[in-house]
């Protein structure tokens, strides 16, 4: 069974409020997914679970989250765009900025480092460049034109994991799926 997070629009919303504060100025929005992308990448090697919980997908830029792809497009994940339409502003079709702060409290002390370590790496290059770097991730396919998932597992072993590593992140996933349904129905 392949590994699932749950998508948490909420934690995607402050990652990408604190990308953009960070950036002080409206943002190129291959910019914020690039970073997003590789934010949820470092996370998985170090805390063995992503920040955002979203999927992956292979685009001609390199890897994104495609929830937050959507959300950034304007399509509807749930009630997910509401939330993200409140704080974050696609400008035109190219940037975005943020709207109003809607804090942090969703994100751990780790991720919120994390997202600072990928803006002090990546924030300043040109997104084109980001774009570039990213395509000699091992996970990254070149799609031609259109999205090929990425699975959760193919990440974890490009970060190190081994397989006994990764069986145990995905029994935890599984469980807190399982706890989340319990919880929020």
């Known amino acids: 069974m392949p590994i699932q997070f749950r998508f948490h629009p909420e934690k995607a919303v402050e990652a990408a409020a604190i990308l953009l504060k960070l950036h002080g100025k409206p943002m190129k929005h291959l910019g914020l997914l690039k970073m997003l992308y590789i934010a949820d990448r470092i996370a998985l090697q170090r ?12 685009i001609d830029y390199g890897p994104v989250l495609s929830g937050v792809y959507d ?3 304007g399509q509807p994940i749930g009630d997910a765009l509401s939330l993200w ?3 974050i502003s696609s400008q035109n079709s190219n940037y975005i900025s943020l709207l109003s702060d809607p804090g942090d409290g ?37 799609p031609h034109g259109s999205a090929i998932p990425i699975a959760v597992e193919d990440v974890l072993k490009n970060v190190g994991k081994n397989d006994e590593e990764i069986k145990e992140i995905q029994q935890e996933a599984i469980r807190e799926a399982y706890l989340d349904e319990a919880l929020h129905g």
């Open 47 to 58: 805390m063995e679970q992503p920040i955002t919980g979203d999927d992956y997908v292979s």
């Open 71 to 73: 959300l950034i497009k």
């Open 85 to 87: 339409s409140k704080f």
């Open 106 to 142: 969703e994100l751990c002390e780790e991720e919120e480092e994390i997202l600072q370590q990928v803006y002090q790496t990546f924030g300043h290059l040109n997104p084109f460049d980001v774009a570039e770097w990213t395509h000699d991730l091992p996970e990254w396919q070149n």
